[in-house]
């Protein structure tokens, strides 16, 4: 044999496996369809169950477009590679999940591949629904499959080359996604393991809170330091929290089931969504929650709990944007009527201490809508009636009159693009006894 021909042969060999073991890594099989479960087989009490777990981890949040019927999808999500269209997830045979056993709907959420084998794009938060036990798996398809079906195909996303080629997320797996279920802490409290086990997996609290790497995965050993989200901060919620006021589990109660906190304000953008759907399931799920994001928060810095009072300072001579404070924003943030009413003493806000002022222009230019049928806050949107120029001087003078840290810089983009992205958000309802569940979440037989 000619040495060339062996050369030849071993390298065919070797392409051979290589090929056996990208297919390996890139296939999954097909789960066959099954008949859509009738709903009189659930339990009224796992659906219910589900209906809560469904609230804690947004489902219909992504999976309801505005106007849009119940789990539908369509919802378009952007991320940096493009448009990304939440799928259908009501019980539809056709377009939506009808005809997914059990087993291909916990094959998804564990290991984000579809019934026909096709890897998932992880905007759908499977990096975190692959801890959530069998159990929480089990009442969720029950809520899911109790629906009401809609009929409406998958929209086709809009994502430019290479990020349009599914089979490649079979790397991005193998990179960054560690399948698992959640192992509790020994030395810790039931308490603290369940929240721990909530924060991590189903509410994936993470996947707007951690900063994310250049493929859009969460940057290990960064948890909880801050991310971003549809032009909103996602501030960090650990011990670089730039809050004025210590967050701890008292205070995380109150705005992660009510919408706020004396010390703190109110949730807004896509942090109101979330904390809409928290109003709505059991009291000790939040408290869980908060007891794990106290821990996460850390010990109060000695000093920290006070900010300073309100003080005098009008500024420098002619500044235009304490003109502006005065004129239009002092009246509710220094009328010490109660929150939620009352509009916070704005050096507590985390607005004006963050690192960047994109949150607060969002806050000026849209306001604090009113909620449909309840007495709720409200604070006008300011985004018609002042310029660009104005924001801007306004949003320097309340950062060096009520912030933490050095001034911003940027401004004038970052107020820009809030005019551009403005979106208007649910705001929450004012806390569990005014908590009605939305229409998709509601039980049925
Ligand atoms: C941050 C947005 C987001 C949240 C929250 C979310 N999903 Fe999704 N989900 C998506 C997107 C986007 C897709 C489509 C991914 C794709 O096309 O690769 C998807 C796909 C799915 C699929 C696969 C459906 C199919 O036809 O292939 C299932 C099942 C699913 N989600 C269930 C859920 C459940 C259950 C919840 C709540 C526990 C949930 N999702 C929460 C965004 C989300
Ligand atoms: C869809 C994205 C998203 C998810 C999911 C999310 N958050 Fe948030 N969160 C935000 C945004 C955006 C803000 C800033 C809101 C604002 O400025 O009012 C925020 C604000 C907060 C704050 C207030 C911080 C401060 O100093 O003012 C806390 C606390 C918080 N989130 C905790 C959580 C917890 C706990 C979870 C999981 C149960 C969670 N978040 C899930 C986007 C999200
Ligand atoms: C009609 C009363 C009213 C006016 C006028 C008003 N606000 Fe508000 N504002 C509120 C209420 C109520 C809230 C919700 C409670 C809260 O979070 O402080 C709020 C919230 C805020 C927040 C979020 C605080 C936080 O972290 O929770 C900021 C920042 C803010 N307003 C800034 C301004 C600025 C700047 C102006 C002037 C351009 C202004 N507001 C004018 C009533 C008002």
């Known amino acids: 044999m000619t040495r060339w021909k062996i050369v030849a042969g071993a390298a065919a060999v070797l392409l051979f496996i290589a090929g056996c073991s990208a297919f390996a890594l890139v296939w999954r099989p097909t789960i066959a369809a099954v008949a859509s479960p009738s709903p009189a087989s659930f339990q009224p009490d796992l659906i219910r169950r589900g209906r809560e777990l469904a609230a804690i981890g947004n489902c219909n949040t992504c999976h309801t477009a505005r106007e849009g019927r119940d789990f539908a999808g369509g919802l378009p999500v952007s991320t940096p590679f493009g448009t990304i269209f939440s799928t259908n997830i009501s019980p539809d045979p056709d377009s939506g999940i009808g005809g997914w056993s059990e087993a ?10 579809d019934r026909d084998g096709h890897h998932l794009y992880p905007t759908f938060p499977y990096d975190h629904f692959t801890s ?19 009929r409406a195909p998958a929209r086709a996303n809009e994502l430019s080359f290479p990020y349009d080629q599914r089979w490649l997320i079979a790397g991005w797996k193998l990179l960054f996604f560690r399948p698992g279920t959640y192992r509790p802490e020994p ?30 995965a969460e940057r290990t050993g960064a948890s909880f330091s801050g991310g971003e989200v549809d032009n909103w901060q996602a501030y960090a919620i650990n011990t670089r929290s730039p809050a004025p006021v210590h967050w701890d589990r008292e205070a995380l109660i109150s705005y992660l089931r009510q919408g706020w906190h004396a010390d703190h304000g109110t ?11 928290l109003s709505s399931v059991p009291a000790s799920d939040v408290a869980d929650i908060a007891t794990y994001m106290a821990d996460v928060f850390g010990p109060s810095p000695a000093g920290q709990k006070e900010p300073p009072a309100i003080q ?22 220094e009328s010490a009527r109660p929150l939620p009413y009352g509009g916070v003493d704005l050096a507590r806000s985390t607005a004006i201490s963050a690192s960047d002022p994109r949150n607060l222009a969002n806050i000026v230019m849209s306001g604090v809508q009113p909620v449909a049928g309840e007495s709720s806050p409200i604070m006008p949107g300011f985004g018609d009636s002042m310029d660009d120029g104005q924001i801007v001087a306004l949003l320097t003078y309340l950062r060096a009159r009520f912030g933490k840290g050095p001034a911003w810089t940027h401004v004038e983009d970052i107020v820009k693009q809030a005019r551009q992205t403005q979106t208007a958000y649910l705001q929450p309802s004012l806390g569990p006894q005014n908590a009605r569940a939305d229409a998709a979440q509601r039980d049925k037989p």
Do not use: Q
Not at 267 to 277: I, K, Y
Not at 312 to 319: Q, R, V
């Open 132 to 150: 959530i036990s069998d159990e929480d798996d089990h009442a969720l398809y029950a809520f899911l499959m109790t629906r009401e079906p809609a």
């Open 267 to 277: 949730a807004r953008g896509p942090m109101a969504e979330v904390v809409r759907n």
């Open 104 to 113: 291909a709907f916990r094959r998804a959420m564990r290991a984000g591949v």
């Open 187 to 216: 030395g810790k409290s039931v308490e603290w393991n369940h929240g721990a086990y909530l924060v991590e997996g189903l509410a994936h609290c993470g996947a707007c809170h951690t900063p994310r790497n250049a493929l859009g």
């Open 312 to 333: 005098s300072f009008a500024g420098p001579p002619g500044d235009p944007g304490a003109a502006i404070y005065a004129a239009a924003c002092a009246s509710c943030h």
